[in-house]
């Protein structure tokens, strides 16, 4: 039976295994919520470290400026990391990353 308790790593490694079929729908489905939801809360994390950076770099917040390179992210390569990364990198093509984080925040765009 699912619960969130049991539904760990173990679990995990047989879904990206491609051992799917080994589990009832429900723990299909329940695995793809979870991995949804892990998307949408690393997106909404991204977004907000990068729009932190930013404002340290701009305002030089602690004597800090010189020390944040922004252009030195690199995402786990991991389906959830890599994917919510993406997903905010194209959001800043439109808008600004404190924007962007806003949006998640509030459920207005959803990572894809």
């Known amino acids: 039976m699912y619960s969130p308790a049991n ?7 047989y879904f990206s295994a491609g ?14 919520h979870q991995q949804y939801l892990l998307q949408q809360r690393q997106a909404k994390a991204f977004a907000f470290e ?3 950076m930013k404002a340290i770099r701009e305002h030089n917040i602690g004597n800090l400026a010189g020390s944040i390179e922004t252009g030195i992210l690199s995402p786990a390569n991991n389906g959830i990391h890599d994917v919510a990364f993406n997903f905010v990198r194209g959001l ?3 808008k600004t990353a404190l924007e962007a984080y806003w949006e998640i925040a509030a459920g207005h765009i959803f990572c894809a």
């Open 50 to 52: 990068i729009a932190w």
């Open 92 to 94: 800043l093509k439109e």
């Open 7 to 13: 539904y760990g790593i173990e679990r995990r490694a």
């Open 19 to 32: 051992q799917a079929q080994n589990y009832s729908p429900l723990e299909r489905a329940a695995y793809v």
